[in-house]
């Protein structure tokens, strides 16, 4: 069966820090992968999502990055972080882009 | 108007109700239409598929009405453990270059 880890669960990091969220899948192979955000009372908003190594479409402008390097491994990072990025913090898989599975998800706090 | 429309809520309902979620959405072009339940301060989870014929599993049914851009779950004989924000989904586009809108979801609150 397939699984979806991120790390770490919990991040509390100073306005202008850096930034390295990692997401990993196990049990299959050429997944489509997504980070998503929610911010506290809202929806679930798309930032990144790839269908290949190397392979980063951006959904929304902004001072974070994404990047692919291995098949099963995504990763969301920043070189200097807003208070506005704080929140939850959403890595998914999906086959052909049909139903999402999520990981269990990063609460970052920007203070 | 926005993209996924839910009821916020919350819905406080007691044990063994019937409740019913509605959802519209905005884009015709919609292809495919999902329920995930969150609890809080987790992740979400896929709760069920919506096919355009209806499907239920278990207390749980939905519906999809693509005339009236309208999708529906109904939760019956809820339980306490049903307690959760449920998230209406809709994905445009097909293929890889689809992508899933999620609606702000509606709070549910059984009690006992």
């Known amino acids: 069966s397939q699984t979806i880890h991120q790390w770490p669960a919990t991040l509390v990091q100073p306005v202008g820090s850096p930034l390295s969220l990692e997401c990993t899948v196990e049990g299959t192979s050429n997944p489509n992968l997504y980070w998503y955000r929610q911010a506290a009372g809202r929806g679930l908003q798309l930032l990144f999502y790839s269908v290949g190594i190397g392979q980063i479409s951006s959904e929304v402008p902004q001072n974070l990055s994404a990047s692919r390097p291995q098949d099963r491994q995504f990763i969301l990072s920043s070189k200097k972080l807003l208070l506005s990025d704080s929140g939850f913090y959403l890595c998914?898989?999906?086959?052909?882009?049909?139903?999402?599975?999520f990981g269990p998800g990063t609460r970052l706090t920007v203070l | 108007r926005k993209e996924v429309e839910q009821d916020p809520g919350p819905f406080n309902v007691p044990e063994g109700a019937t409740v019913a979620f509605n959802c519209t959405y905005s884009?015709?072009?919609?292809?495919?239409f999902f329920w995930y339940r969150q609890d809080c301060r987790k992740e979400p989870k896929l709760l069920m598929s919506v096919y355009s014929s209806g499907n239920e599993d278990g207390r749980f049914t939905a519906q999809l009405n693509r005339a009236s851009q309208y999708i529906s779950l109904l939760i019956r004989d809820s339980k306490l453990s049903d307690s959760a924000t449920y998230l209406c989904v809709v994905k445009v586009g097909g293929g890889s270059q689809g992508n899933l809108i999620f609606g702000k979801g509606t709070k549910l609150s059984v009690k006992p």
């Open positions: 884009n015709s072009a919609s292809q495919s």
């Open positions: 998914a898989w999906s086959w052909e882009n049909n139903e999402q599975f």
